[in-house]
């Protein structure tokens, strides 16, 4: 166990049987009061926020993550399967883990994979994906004046919106957090 002076930004804890991730952690000191420290924390499965006052002599238990990089294999159901690069072992890991971004995932990409005691608890995409549009409508010559955008389907099957100028056949960068197009790929 370790006292609450102990946590730092980022850390997971184990905190009313849930493991939550450290948003932000103050130490607050008011007027002639005692010290506490101000923490914001969000739950690792659900992801609603929780704020608690720890004393400055509390206990609370830091839990042991092991974060990895790992390959995408393809998917499996509500799963993805995915490959540990270096000793070749595989792992199924729920789709709801990565959030939006699971959608421009293409097999071969890399992605962060965070376990607690051999349960995968967090997964991140890449930040950026460099996807092939396979279908989009032609643009109308002469309507570019106004940065106008229209719909346009990737090769994962997600749909975006992508400047006029953008053809069938292009790569683009998509932001995986947003879904936003971000540029042509050359």
């Excluded at 549009?133 to 032609?138: Q, R, S």
């Amino acid at each position: 166990m370790a006292k609450a002076s102990d946590i730092k930004n980022g850390n997971i804890l184990r905190f009313n049987g849930e493991l939550i991730q450290v948003e932000e952690f103050i130490h607050r000191t008011p007027g002639n009061l005692r010290a506490f420290y101000q923490a914001r924390m969000r739950n690792v499965k659900t992801g609603k926020l929780v704020e608690y006052r720890f004393r400055t002599d509390e206990e609370v238990e830091i839990a042991r993550v092991e974060t990895t990089d790992y390959q995408y294999l393809y998917e499996d159901g509500n799963d993805l399967v995915v490959m540990d690069n270096a000793t070749y072992e595989q792992f199924n890991i729920p789709k709801f883990l990565f959030g939006t971004a699971v959608k421009f995932l293409k097999e071969g990409a890399n992605v962060i994979v965070a376990f607690e005691s051999d349960e995968p608890i967090m997964a991140k995409a890449p930040a950026s994906a460099e996807l092939e549009i396979t279908y989009t409508e032609p643009a109308v010559k002469g309507d570019t004046s106004t940065g106008a955008l229209k719909n346009a389907t990737v090769e994962t099957g997600a749909e975006i919106k992508v400047p006029l100028f953008i053809n069938l056949g292009d790569k683009v960068k998509v932001d995986t957090a947003t879904g936003n197009y971000v540029e042509r790929v050359k």
